[in-house]
């Protein structure tokens, strides 16, 4: 029997409908629809996270700030009322203010007024005149009287710009321990919230400071200020007394305004120092950025219903642009996958990629017993080249060195681009160390040759630093931290090398203490020398002064040079004593020089980051002046920027110390840096030499000119001395003279000198003639 064919399989009708274009558009619409609107929402939900919790972090940091501030002044208040207390019972008793103030040992009368009030209330001395005659009714008299410790008045009830002081007190005790009156000390209510930054925290933000008994001794919000009124700290924030891990968002109960306030409890003081930024005001960009979000969403929803409506209107007729439509969109898929892995500029895997590698290779390394290694590299200079040439030019860096690196690994090698000048490279398969080593060697000698970039000769170095699977760690963060350590470990070693994270780092650290025993066996058997490199007048060419410069030559052998063992002596902090050893035998040279009739000349001496922190700076060189007999004035002190910027306040205080002993101070390789003219008029300069490199390009590079020709106006602007160093060819020094610098140094006059050259240099000043050079300056006849 023959068997009959099975029967045809029938389509369901819902099927059919399925697959016409009818149902597939608007299937196809609502998907896309909901993906629009979900990412934006997602979008929308991640940027207001991100601004909330940038908002509420700024919070805290202002409030650390102004915790800071209040602290200090709270400070200097109690050290004032124990200052007269001590006064008062040593048994100068009511005339002690005017002794203290005679003194100069009293605050400022224009901030602080302080008077003394005797057992029964009455004020019977002080640096203002009283606003009331007897205060035994005010509780900063009535609490005081049994217990010794600074207590903090209860201010008047202040609506908006009200003035109101806020008074401090402290007992005082007659001979015999029984209470013989207070001291006090008026301060304006306003003088608290001083601090108020309408640029950081806005119209409606909110300074204050309110104790425990939950009185606010004083508030700020925009111009107005206010104290007296009563508010729990607890509605502000609950957790006032704990540290904080950022501001949160309440509804401040006294004017309505919701913000992100923090409040932070002041240990010494029973007070909290309050800080809030006004919600509107701080997310008003991130609601802005929401709405153009949603604009934008709403936007492509109406285009793509536009555009479904059409296709679903011409489906038949463009069956084939569908389909091309498809394939753009799976390369388009496919691109973003690939943006999603890949550095934009150079092309290499992305930090997302490379970690996805590593672990994958950790997995087979260990299953198959295998070593990796990871190899981190740190471009040297690269910050240099960005400042000089632009970003363009730092991203024309990049992609050169991106190809580089590719041509020095295998195929089975792995380089990717962390961000910025960061560069890390997976050596899977790996059969002993040393072939990463010469990976490593092969990358810094191709990151050594010269790159062209918008046709100049761009030269940088690399810093590498590598970790081995599994000795090193055996999961992607250990390899990479590891392999970070051993990086900046190579920068240490002053750039240019590699270094393993193991062994190799052990055996550095037995040469740093080889090193540092050399130095200072250096100091203690005198192989450290000094030579001095001459500056002179632009225009008359004439020596005005000298630098110091140091130099070792340990055992009596070869020099070596200062960039090889400052760096380390200035990390152990070697340098104090090395730096002081400088500053003492300068300071005598330049007196031996005077004593054999020689001109007056003006000494430079460098001082490092620990030399210009060190607390005895003002000390030592008081003594090196005084144990040399030479002018205070001769002496200039040299400092970078950095230390400058560092801590301002700090900063300014040593240099006010130097400048009341009368010596001159230097800003060194002045632009590399990035301290802002209004920064530097505060400081008690006399001299800003420019730095080396834009020297170096003065005569071929236009955007070197215009900076040097800025530096000398701006100088000129702020009555101070500009030296010009690095100064190699007579292109150079003719430029700088015809912009009016007032003084150079370089090799084109001449090189660092032992004493004995300097002073014969100084002696043919004296004798030779002078001639003009052919663009009308003048110059020594012979040098």
């Not at 009016?740 to 050259?757: R, S, T």
């Amino acid at each position: 029997m023959i068997p009959l064919p099975p029967p045809p399989v029938a389509h369901k009708p819902w099927m059919s409908r399925a697959a016409t274009p009818l149902f597939i558009f608007p299937v196809i619409a609502v998907i896309a629809l909901a993906m629009i609107w979900g990412a934006t929402y997602k979008l929308i939900g991640i940027e207001r996270a991100a601004a909330e919790h940038a908002v509420a972090v700024s919070g805290r940091e202002l409030a650390e700030t102004y915790e800071a501030q209040v602290v200090r002044a709270l400070r200097e208040i109690d050290q004032t009322l124990k200052l007269v207390k001590y006064a008062y019972e040593r048994g100068r008793r009511f005339e002690v203010l005017q002794e203290l103030k005679a003194s100069a040992l009293l605050p400022p009368e224009l901030l602080f007024g302080i008077s003394i009030a005797d057992r029964d209330g009455n004020i019977v001395a002080g640096t203002r005149p009283p606003a009331q005659h007897n205060v035994a009714s005010e509780d900063y008299f009535r609490v005081p009287r049994g217990v010794d410790t600074v207590f903090i008045g209860q201010p008047p009830r202040l609506v908006d710009d009200a003035k109101g002081k806020l008074q401090f007190s402290r007992r005082l005790s007659a001979p015999d321990g029984s209470f013989a009156g207070v001291v006090i000390i008026s301060v304006d209510i306003a003088y608290f919230v001083s601090g108020y930054d309408a640029a950081k925290l806005g119209a409606h933000g909110m300074l204050g400071i309110v104790g425990t008994d939950g009185v606010f001794r004083a508030r700020r919000s925009g111009d107005k200020v206010n104290a007296g009124d009563t508010v729990g700290k607890a509605t502000i924030v609950s957790d006032a007394d704990d540290e904080p891990a950022e501001a949160r968002l309440v509804t401040n109960p006294w004017d309505g305004v919701q913000r992100y306030t923090s409040a932070r409890q002041l240990f010494e003081f029973p007070l909290a120092v309050i800080v809030g930024l006004s919600a509107d005001e701080q997310l008003a960009p991130a609601r802005a950025a929401v709405r153009l979000h949603a604009l934008q969403a709403g936007t492509a929803s109406v285009v793509l219903l536009v555009v479904i409506f059409a296709l679903w209107r011409m489906s038949r007729q463009l069956a084939r642009a569908r389909k091309r439509a498809a394939e753009e969109q799976v390369a388009h898929a496919a691109r973003v996958e690939y943006l999603a892995y890949h550095d934009g500029l150079t092309a290499l895997p992305n930090r997302t990629l490379f970690s996805k590698l590593l672990g994958q290779s950790i997995s087979q390394a260990r299953r198959y017993r295998r070593q990796l290694a990871v190899i981190f590299l740190d471009l040297d200079g690269f910050k240099a080249v960005n400042d000089t040439l632009g970003h363009e030019g730092g991203d024309a860096l990049l992609k050169q060195v991106a190809v580089r690196l590719r041509e020095c690994l295998r195929d089975s090698d792995t380089v990717a681009r962390l961000g910025g000048d960061e560069f890390v490279a997976l050596l899977p398969e790996l059969t002993q160390d040393k072939y990463a080593a010469i990976v490593a060697q092969k990358i810094l000698a191709a990151i050594a040759r010269p790159f062209m970039l918008d046709g100049q000769e761009v030269r940088v170095s690399a810093s590498i630093g590598i970790s081995v699977y599994p000795e090193d760690g055996t999961d992607e963060q250990a390899l990479g931290k590891n392999a970070d350590t051993a990086m900046y470990k190579a920068k240490q070693e002053g750039k240019n090398n590699f270094q393993f994270y193991s062994e190799t780092l052990n055996a550095s650290s037995a040469e740093r203490l080889s090193l540092e025993k050399a130095l200072r066996h250096g100091l203690e058997r005198g192989e450290f020398e000094l030579h001095y490199q001459a500056k002179r007048d632009v225009q008359s060419g004439t020596i005005t002064g000298v630098e110091a410069l140091l130099r070792w030559r340990p055992d009596g052998g070869d020099i070596v040079e200062p960039g090889r063992f400052l760096p380390f002596a200035e990390e152990t902090g070697l340098i104090v004593p090395i730096g002081r050893w400088v500053l003492m035998t300068a300071c005598r040279q330049n007196a031996a020089w005077h004593a054999l009739g020689l001109p007056r000349l003006t000494l430079s001496v460098n001082l490092s980051a620990r030399q210009f922190n060190d607390p005895e700076l003002l000390g030592h060189i008081g003594a090196a002046l005084a144990e040399s007999g030479m002018e205070a004035g001769l002496l200039e002190l040299e400092i970078t920027e950095a230390l400058l910027i560092g801590n301002v306040e700090r900063a300014l205080k040593i240099l006010d110390g130097l400048k009341d002993i009368g010596v001159r101070i230097a800003i060194d390789d002045f632009g590399a840096g990035y301290a802002s003219l209004s920064l530097l008029k505060r400081f008690p300069l006399n001299t800003i030499k420019i730095d080396r490199s834009f020297i170096r390009d003065l005569t071929s590079g236009r955007e070197d000119k215009a900076i040097t020709r800025a530096i000398i106006a701006m100088g000129r602007t702020l009555s101070l001395t500009v030296v010009a160093q690095g100064v190699e060819t007579k292109e150079q020094a003719d430029y700088l003279r015809e912009n009016a610098c007032d003084e150079f140094q370089g090799y084109y006059l001449n090189v660092p000198m032992a004493p004995a050259d300097i002073a014969e240099l100084l002696r043919a000043q004296g004798k030779l003639p002078h001639r003009h050079d052919l663009h009308g300056g003048i110059e020594l006849a012979a040098i």
